[in-house]
């Protein structure tokens, strides 16, 4: 059984920082690449930021030059460097980690439950 489980979220005010962490626990062999969505009311999920095992990192254009990506390969944990926020980033925020089972040698995705980021003006 993977797990992932995400923390970090809260209530800020506009400009202000957020730290969401992200850790994966279970019968994990390795994890591959991960990353960052979110889903505000009313929209589709959308991808974040996400990174490689190697530390490659992707960003979606709303969060280049406000939001670091970063990972533990030793702690298989993630994280999400949150400045600058605006309330346009009021979101639930989920991690996602590709995953190989140390049971069965096979991959999948795993998403955690995600935690509520909410900005205000």
């Known amino acids: 059984q993977v797990q992932l489980v995400e923390s970090g979220g809260g209530l800020v005010q506009a400009g202000g920082s957020l730290r969401l962490s992200c850790v994966a626990s279970g019968s994990i062999f390795r994890i591959n690449d991960m990353g960052w969505y979110r889903q505000a009311p009313g929209k589709q999920r959308e991808l974040v930021a996400e990174i490689t095992r190697g530390g490659t990192t992707n960003y979606a254009d709303s969060a280049k030059g406000r939001f670091g990506v970063s990972r533990d390969n030793a702690g298989n944990t993630m994280y999400l460097q949150m400045n600058s926020l605006e309330v346009e980033d009021t979101a639930v925020y989920y991690c996602?980690?590709?995953?190989?089972?140390?049971?069965?040698?096979?991959?999948?995705?795993?998403w955690g439950q995600g935690t509520q980021v909410t900005v205000s003006s």
């Open positions: 996602r980690a590709a995953i190989l089972d140390s049971r069965t040698y096979t991959g999948a995705n795993y």
